[in-house]
């Protein structure tokens, strides 16, 4: 594993760094030598997060934690990511025997409260993966919903419904 770690807002000491690395040496068996594992260290007034993020062949895993120490956090963030690879292991298993039930919940077409203004725009690569893939790397980053390209080169989307399962959203042209 390639190991970044970046400081904002603080200067990161040299025994906190060798720290990390050692704490992530568990995961040496787990992750390939081409993984690339960055950690961000933020400090805001008495709150202390760390994230780690590993990208390895398209896979992103995503985790953090905040703490009053930096020491607790990096436990704290180092345990939620070892919870995930646990989870996620047999979450692909499970996904690949599954069936994806009704694309819509029934509450899908409910009208908001609020105005509906774009807060946030994000832009990413998107994989070509299978959506038992698409369905993992969800999990790994926690979202509710991921957006891929299957291998004929057409957008899908997988998300967590709300009774349980995963549902796939298969767009077809009018």
Same mark, same amino acid.
């Given at each position: 594993?390639?190991?970044?770690?970046?400081?904002?807002?603080?200067?990161?000491?040299?025994?906190?760094?060798?720290?990390?690395?050692?704490?992530?040496?568990?995961?040496?068996?787990?992750?390939?030598?081409?993984?690339?594992?960055?950690?961000?260290?933020?400090?805001?007034?008495?709150?202390?997060? %760390?994230?780690? @993020?590993? /990208?390895?062949?398209?896979?992103?895993?995503?985790? +953090? !934690?905040?703490?009053?120490? $930096? =020491?607790?956090?990096?436990?704290?963030?180092?345990?939620?990511?070892?919870?995930?690879?646990?989870?996620?292991?047999?979450?692909?298993?499970?996904?690949?025997?599954?069936?994806?039930?009704?694309?819509?919940?029934?509450?899908?077409?409910?009208?908001?409260?609020?105005?509906?203004? %774009?807060?946030? @725009?994000? /832009?990413?690569?998107?994989?070509?993966?299978?959506? +038992? !893939?698409?369905?993992?790397? $969800? =999990?790994?980053?926690?979202?509710?919903?991921?957006?891929?390209?299957?291998?004929?080169?057409?957008?899908?989307?997988?998300?967590?419904?709300?009774?349980?399962?995963?549902?796939?959203?298969?767009?077809?042209?009018?």
């Amino acid at each position: 594993m390639k190991i970044t770690v970046i400081g904002r807002k603080v200067n990161l000491r040299d025994n906190f760094k060798k720290l990390v690395e050692r704490k992530l040496d568990k995961f040496d068996r787990i992750f390939d030598e081409d993984a690339e594992v960055t950690v961000t260290v933020t400090v805001e007034r008495n709150r202390q997060t %760390v994230e780690i @993020t590993v /990208r390895q062949r398209g896979m992103l895993l995503r985790a +953090e !934690e905040t703490a009053p120490e $930096m =020491n607790d956090a990096l436990d704290h963030v180092i345990s939620a990511l070892g919870r995930q690879i646990r989870r996620n292991k047999t979450r692909l298993e499970k996904a690949r025997k599954m069936d994806p039930g009704p694309l819509l919940p029934d509450d899908y077409y409910e009208e908001p409260d609020e105005e509906l203004d %774009v807060v946030r @725009t994000k /832009r990413f690569a998107v994989q070509v993966m299978t959506p +038992e !893939e698409a369905i993992l790397q $969800m =999990n790994l980053l926690d979202h509710e919903f991921f957006l891929f390209k299957t291998e004929s080169g057409e957008i899908n989307l997988v998300y967590k419904r709300k009774g349980g399962g995963y549902g796939l959203l298969i767009p077809e042209e009018e």
